[in-house]
């Protein structure tokens, strides 16, 4: 079964540095999506950044980029030029089908902290 | 945009009430979920739907049932509420292939 694993409960970041968060999970298909979701206190799941198994490249988009280490089941996530708006829970996923729907395996969470 | 709008955001109930979490999606979406959250755990999958009428369980869907009538209204339903039951409920869409779409959550209180 797949698992996801975030091993920092917690985060924190002065605002206007850089920050990672890490992920790993486990799989033994070749083919899936990972995705970053933020959670802020209001508790809308937003979608920060998805990647694509398939691709080699990282994903961007604006200040958040993901480092993705297939051979070693790795996807960190970095957030450049933290802002107060950034402080959220943060998930890790991974996405499987089953049954034709896609199911998301979600890990513990981070929760980053944006210190003024 | 897609909209998720769940019934409730928040909701205290007795120990043994049958309890209703209603969902409702506006964008035609196939698929539909419901998630529970819980500190240090993350999200985790109660049970889904990937067509009207059609149901799946999830990883936890003991003490959980679910109705999809209309493609747009997904329910949860605990049978006789018990306080572990007491979480966060999030319900999420998704079109094939497509990202899923959460709502704002129903924080559940079991007394």
């Known amino acids: 079964a797949q698992t996801v694993t975030q091993s920092q409960p917690e985060m924190s970041v002065q605002e206007a540095e850089t920050v990672t968060l890490s992920c790993t999970y486990d799989?033994?298909?070749?083919?899936?999506?990972l995705f970053w979701y933020k959670q802020p206190p209001s508790r809308q799941m937003i979608l920060v950044i998805r990647?694509?198994?398939?691709?080699?490249q990282n994903a961007t988009e604006n200040r958040f980029s993901v480092n993705f280490q297939k051979a070693a089941k790795s996807f960190s996530l970095k957030i450049s030029d933290s802002q107060l708006g950034d402080a959220a829970m943060y998930f890790c996923?991974?996405?499987?089908?089953?049954?034709?729907?896609?199911?998301?395996?979600f890990g513990q969470g981070t929760r980053l902290t944006i210190n003024p | 945009d897609v909209k998720v709008t769940q019934s409730s955001r928040y909701l205290v109930k007795r120990t043994g009430e049958k309890v209703f979490l209603e969902c409702v999606q506006d964008?035609?979406?196939?698929?539909m979920f419901w998630y529970r959250q819980d500190p240090g755990l993350g999200l985790r999958l109660i049970y889904f739907?990937?067509?009207?009428?059609?149901?799946e369980k999830g990883d936890i869907p003991e003490g959980y049932s679910v109705s999809r009538e209309k493609k747009e209204r997904f329910s949860l339903i605990l049978e006789s509420a018990s306080t572990n039951q007491t979480s966060m409920y999030l319900c999420?869409?998704?079109?094939?292939?497509?990202?899923?779409?959460f709502g704002d959550g129903t924080r559940l209180s079991i007394l």
């Open positions: 999420a869409s998704t079109k094939v292939g497509g990202p899923q779409h």
């Open positions: 799989t033994s298909e070749s083919d899936y999506y």
């Open positions: 990647q694509e198994a398939y691709k080699q």
């Open positions: 996923a991974y996405r499987r089908f089953i049954q034709g729907a896609q199911k998301l395996v």
């Open positions: 964008m035609d979406h196939e698929n």
């Open positions: 739907s990937y067509d009207v009428k059609m149901k």
